[in-house]
């Protein structure tokens, strides 16, 4: 009986459970810094979270910003928001003060530190002008998933205006540590004239915390009750 009792209390104590919010600092493209919620930042302002790393053009990193009036209506737009969706905006490369000449790979970078442990998928939906390449890591290597590149990605580029007129959505995994952080990148390359990138309802689910569940607590308290009447009784037996 004890045995018993002790094997259920070291489960419950054990147990764990998949979270699913896996990062903070995981953000839309074109919304507040830290995005406590996704709300878009609207036209022409700096994006705190995204840096663009990778470029042919000047040294990087580069800011990131959303898209000028001048752009407005060039883009899938949805919703409210005239130059993105109702939660992200378009965001583009401004390394020479302009963001009409950005011929080239652009690198759109963002950190976000894991909070469990374990296997998580990351999914969310994006588009891209021209191409993109969903990357991982502090030196970037593309992600095996779904609706990961866009126009045969970067390095093969194509034109296909679609890529930037309707939302892809995408789905990858990755295996984490918490407390750790790391790069998430979107990889975008440009055949001519501005760009942009964005990128939408990023979610992570899965990973693990060693966080009781609090069912689990209550399931074991009448076990180390009846083990504290076992003892009790065994004591003034003797």
Same mark, same amino acid.
């Given at each position: 009986m004890k045995a018993f009792v002790f094997t259920l209390a070291l489960i419950?104590?054990?147990s764990v459970k998949a979270?699913?919010?896996t990062f903070t600092g995981l953000c839309d493209t074109g919304v507040t810094t830290g995005c406590p919620t996704q709300t878009p930042l609207?036209?022409?302002t700096a994006d705190g979270n995204f840096t663009?790393?990778?470029s042919p053009v000047g040294t990087p990193p580069f800011a990131a910003d959303t898209l000028s009036s001048s752009e407005v209506g060039v883009y899938f737009t949805s919703g409210g928001n005239t130059i993105g969706t109702s939660t992200a905006d378009w965001i583009t490369t401004k390394f020479d003060g302009s963001d009409t000449v950005a011929t080239g790979t652009f690198n759109y970078q963002e950190v976000i530190t894991a909070n469990v442990t374990g296997l998580v998928t990351i999914s969310g939906s994006w588009g891209a002008d021209?191409?993109?390449t969903i990357a991982w890591g502090s030196t970037p290597a593309a992600v095996t998933g779904t609706g990961t590149t866009l126009a045969n990605g970067v390095g093969n580029c194509g034109t296909n205006a679609a890529t930037f007129q309707t939302l892809t959505p995408f789905s990858f995994q990755e295996t984490v540590v918490a407390g750790t952080s790391y790069d998430l990148d979107f990889e975008v390359g440009n055949t001519g004239s501005i760009t *942009? $990138?964005?990128v939408e309802n990023l979610s992570a689910t899965g990973g693990t915390s060693a966080t009781p569940e609090p069912s689990s607590v209550l399931l074991i308290l009448p *076990? $180390?009750?009846l083990l504290g009447g076992m003892v009790h009784r065994?004591?003034?037996a003797r």
């Open positions: 419950a104590v054990t979270l699913p919010i609207g036209l022409n663009v790393t990778v021209n191409c993109g *942009g $990138l964005l *076990g $180390l009750a065994r004591r003034r």
